[in-house]
Nanobody
Framework: QVQLVESGGGLVQAGSSLRLSCAAS????????MAWFRQVPGQDREFVAA????????FYTDSVKGRFTASRDNAKATLYLQMDSLKPEDTATYFC??????????????????WGQGTQVTVSS
């Protein structure tokens, strides 16, 4: 049974940092592209970042470039998202996802096979 478990969310002030983790089990982690999405109630799930299976290629939505860094430790089957200079508009539930998308589909939530339960990030102004 595949499980993705996020942790590290919380309530912080604008300008602060958080590091999210996503611990994976039940899948060949090192063969999957891993991604972070976020969702605000009433809105569609939004792509945040993705990292290819070997960790050599990362992709970000424009609004987080230069502030967020995705990384992975294949030996620990864990995905990370370092979030710096947080802004109130980063407030959302953050989900990790595992899939094997082609490059052009990397940002599409429908492509990802497995999802975590989400962790809440709240940034106060």
């Amino acid at each position: 049974q595949v499980q993705l478990v996020e942790s590290g969310g919380g309530l912080v002030q604008a300008g602060s940092s958080l590091r999210l983790s996503c611990a994976a089990s039940g899948l060949a982690f090192s063969t999957y592209t891993m991604a972070w999405f976020r969702q605000v109630p009433g809105q569609d799930r939004e792509f945040v970042a993705a990292i290819r299976s070997n960790g050599g290629n990362t992709f970000y939505t424009d609004s987080v470039k230069g502030r967020f860094t995705a990384s992975r430790d294949n030996a620990k089957a864990t995905l990370y998202l370092q979030m710096d200079s947080l802004k109130p508009e980063d407030t959302a539930t953050y989900f990790c996802a595992a899939g094997k998308p082609i490059l052009s589909a990397l940002r599409l939530s429908s492509i990802y096979h497995y999802w975590g339960q989400g962790t809440q990030v709240t940034v106060s102004s």
